[in-house]
T-cell receptor, first 111, second 112 residues
Framework: GQQLNQSPQSMFIQEGEDVSMNCTSSSIFNTWLWYKQDPGEGPVLLIALYKAGELTSNGRLTAQFGITRKDSFLNISASIPSDVGIYFCAGPVTSYDKVIFGPGTSLSVIP | SQTIHQWPATLVQPVGSPLSLECTVEGTSNPNLYWYRQAAGRGLQLLFYSVGIGQISSEVPQNLSASRPQDRQFILSSKKLLLSDSGFYLC???????????FGPGTRLLVL
């Protein structure tokens, strides 16, 4: 079945550094979603991508929909302590009634 | 605006006891509803989803069941909890045909 992989699994960075993470799939997706989960809370949507090659920003966050439609990237510039959390990529399965999530990238920011 | 509620926020239950977690959505009609479990703060495992009242799809056979008695109410239940049922349970909703899911605050369940 469809499966998403995320790398790296975890990151420890210094405050102020830039962050890059990616999400890959063996199958094509028509939509890519990026969520962030703060510790102890539910995930919140950060960015949605709908078109191959699309580059979308949300403040210090930038996400790209890969040309092959089998991957997506999320970058965070000038990280701050509140960026700590787990970042999930997700994509809808064919019926659009369900979405599959990647295993997540855990981000820790050292002040 | 739409809001999603889950309760209780935390729950400690003995092995073998029953379970009932509730999720309600306000501000929208005919939503798709979802139950996920997250173990050890990583990975979202889809347990059940519903596209309408009384319509439940089970993703993973296990010790849990779900019901949707009203349009905006989704309940997760168990007759007898196992230690392995411990985890963080998340409810989510989406517009019918929409891919974006909106999550509730979660319920942390500890089975002892």
């Amino acid at each position: 079945g469809q499966q998403l992989n995320q790398s790296p699994q975890s990151m420890f960075i210094q405050e102020g550094e830039d962050v890059s993470m990616n999400c890959t799939s063996s199958s094509i997706f028509n939509t890519w979603l990026w969520y962030k989960q703060d510790p102890g809370e539910g995930p919140v949507l950060l960015i949605a991508l709908y078109k191959a090659g699309e580059l979308t920003s949300n403040g210090r966050l930038t996400a790209q929909f890969g040309i092959t439609r089998k991957d997506s990237f999320l970058n965070i510039s000038a990280s701050i302590p509140s960026d700590v959390g787990i970042y999930f990529c997700a994509g809808p399965v064919t019926s659009y009634d369900k979405v599959i999530f990647g295993p997540g990238t855990s981000l820790s920011v050292i002040p | 605006s739409q809001t999603i509620h889950q309760w209780p926020a935390t729950l400690v239950q003995p092995v073998g006891s029953p379970l009932s977690l509730e999720c309600t959505v306000e501000g929208t009609s005919n939503p798709n509803l979802y139950w996920y479990r997250q173990a050890a703060g990583r990975g979202l495992q889809l347990l059940f989803y519903s596209v309408g009242i009384g319509q439940i799809s089970s993703e993973v056979p296990q010790n849990l069941s779900a019901s949707r008695p009203q349009d905006r109410q989704f309940i997760l239940s168990s007759k007898k909890l196992l230690l392995s049922d411990s985890g963080f349970y998340l409810c989510a909703w989406a517009y019918r045909g929409g891919e974006t899911q909106y999550f509730g605050p979660g319920t942390r369940l500890l089975v002892l």
